[in-house]
């Protein structure tokens, strides 16, 4: 029964567009609440953009506003994004460019992922979908809750998380689009801001690469098995360290 309440506590988003339980996917039990409740850190926040870094194996769009009023995880088919016949005979580089000027003052984040990188994610965040990453505002940081339903990203305010659950709205959410991998090696990303009062651009990008790192650098990927798997190892601390946000 204890088990229970706690998984109820950390179940995903709630959404219609996926059809399963999102209660038997996650890692069980108190340790991943402990982990979650060692993050709650108080910290003083002011408002101002997240550091902009460069990507880590990603290709960013630069610069645009996001539009409000999107309902989280109601997949849009890539074929009503963008022309996919048109970039039939693009090159990879080509398609690269072509996704990410698309996106440029369209309201969206966009990225592109080579299909190996993207697997090895896409595994991993299969077997360790929870996470949490601090991102820099002013002369403090916000934290946020990261949770991988493959392949979609979540991501919201930790402290709305711990005060609504499952009826918490995500501030980010994330598509990675597999369908022309086959044929170009590449996996297109797009990322919509949802609250837009809630997170800038810059800090979407800044959430996104962070997020990405976190489960492909193997440095870094051992704080995302311990946070999940083994959570009397997890410091928040020595994520705030990695990241530099640590006085």
């Not at 926040?45 to 990603?58: I, K, M, V």
């Not at 993207?118 to 946020?144: D, S």
Request: aromatic content about 10%; hydrophobic content about 40%; overall charge positive.
């Amino acid at each position: 029964m204890l088990r229970s309440r706690v998984l109820r506590r950390l179940l995903p988003f709630r959404s219609q567009s996926l059809q399963r339980s999102p209660l038997e996917s996650f890692p069980a039990g108190l340790g991943t609440a402990r982990a979650l409740s060692s993050a709650v850190l108080s910290q003083p926040l002011t408002e101002s953009d997240g550091p902009n870094r460069a990507p880590w194996g990603l290709f960013f769009s630069r610069g645009s506003k996001f539009a409000s009023g999107y309902s989280a995880l109601t997949r849009k088919p890539l074929d009503s994004i963008m022309n996919v016949e048109s970039v039939k005979y693009a090159s990879p580089e080509e398609l690269t460019t072509i996704w990410n000027e698309y996106h440029i003052g369209r309201g969206h984040i966009s990225a592109v992922m080579g299909i190996q990188l993207y697997q090895a994610f896409e595994h991993r965040a299969k077997t360790c979908p929870l996470f949490v990453i601090p991102i820099k505002r002013g002369m403090g940081y916000i934290t946020l809750l990261v949770q991988a339903q493959m392949p979609y990203l979540l991501f919201t305010g930790l402290g709305d998380y711990q005060a609504r659950g499952a009826d918490a709205t995500p501030y980010l959410t994330v598509t990675h689009y597999q369908e022309l991998a086959p044929t170009k090696g590449l996996v297109l990303v797009r990322g919509d801001v949802v609250l837009t009062s809630k997170l800038t651009d810059a800090e979407a990008r800044t959430a996104l690469e962070i997020a990405h790192s976190f489960y492909l650098r193997d440095s870094r990927f051992r704080m995302v098995q311990n946070f999940n798997n083994r959570a009397d190892e997890f410091e928040f601390k020595e994520v705030l360290r990695e990241l530099g946000l640590l006085g």
